[in-house]
């Protein structure tokens, strides 16, 4: 079978141009840097949850693409948070969240956001978690710090 001679050279050609575009990309725009966490309960919460976040940081974009999955909660999430700069087992500083996690607010919640050059740092560094609010729990349910991966 002889395929038609003009398909198969622009097909040829495409695949070219997306090589060239990829090859051409910075190379800041295809790196990413894998993040996760293991949610678990605070302020006195319930012991029976469960959950996790795994998130791909782009450094040249300032983007965070998350995945966050839980199970056993004592209600509907209200509020999520990234909440930092502060080490593990403590509470950040007393002030407004650093970035909105925005809903609908069910499991699995799947999105991006944006990150400051401050949070980026914090992120790096191991200072920053996820904090599930629910109404039972208003300071928070449960929480992830955001550890990098390999």
């Known amino acids: 079978m002889t395929l038609p001679r003009k398909p198969v050279l622009s097909l040829v050609l495409a695949a070219g141009l997306l090589g060239a575009g990829v090859a051409a ?5 295809q790196r990413s840097m894998l993040f996760s966490g293991t949610l678990a309960p605070e302020h006195g919460a ?12 782009y450094p040249g974009a300032h983007v965070l ?3 966050v999955t839980w ?9 999520a948070h990234l909440h930092g700069p502060a ?9 407004p969240a650093m970035v909105t996690v925005h809903g609908p607010y069910k499991s699995p919640l799947s999105g ?16 920053v978690y996820l904090n599930l609010h629910t109404k039972a729990y208003p300071g928070g349910e449960a929480r992830a710090w955001l550890g990098k991966s390999e």
């Open 71 to 79: 199970d056993g909660l004592t209600g509907p999430v209200t509020m």
């Open 112 to 127: 991006s956001l944006m990150l400051s050059s401050e949070t980026e740092r914090d992120l790096q560094d191991g200072r």
């Open 87 to 95: 080490l593990p087992g403590k509470d950040a500083p007393d002030a």
């Open 65 to 67: 693409r998350y995945t």
């Open 25 to 29: 990309a910075p190379a800041h725009a």
């Open 46 to 57: 319930p012991a029976h949850m469960q959950g996790k976040v795994m998130a791909l940081y």
